[in-house]
């Protein structure tokens, strides 16, 4: 029994750490042994579990955030249309930008998924794009949303700029940048 003690004491331990506070480590035996080896190892898997709920945590955080940006647009285009008496062209208009930003939902949610099968540390393809045709894209969407807000999207962007990048992924960023600019800031 007395043999077997340390190994109870680090079960105990053990079992004490949880998802909820996983920062706790098992103590390590002073005599240079196998409970001491082993305590050493199982810390080590701790710390390797624990940065895997952190990347997990950030995943959801940031997936979250993601996905509100195109919500907050589909909502906006769904309110304007039914604000007041539309023509069958202006609800032709609402309905392709739903649709369109549906297709963004769809691809985020691909690329989500795609990040969480990925490895840390993967590389995205970058193909070169036209800054201007990018930014011009994102400032139609939000176009309606500034007017109702009396506000303007003004675009300085040279025809000629190109830069090299997903265009998802840079579309999201772009959509992010103005929705939070319309939603928390002032002016043009």
Known sequence: RRAFRPFETMRRQA???????PGGRLAVPGADDELKR??????DMLDRLERALAHERRFVAEASHELRTPLAVLRAELELARSRPRSREELAEALDSVAEETDRLTRLADDLLMLARADEGGVRECTPLLANELVETVATRFEARATELKRRIEIDAPEELCVAGDRSALHRAL???VDNSLRYGAGT
């Not at 079992?15 to 506070?21: G, L, N, P, R």
């Not at 082993?38 to 810390?43: G, H, K, R, S």
């Open 15 to 21: 079992a004490a750490i949880s998802a909820a506070e």
């Open 38 to 43: 082993l305590a050493e190892t199982l810390n």
């Open 175 to 177: 959509t992010n940048l």
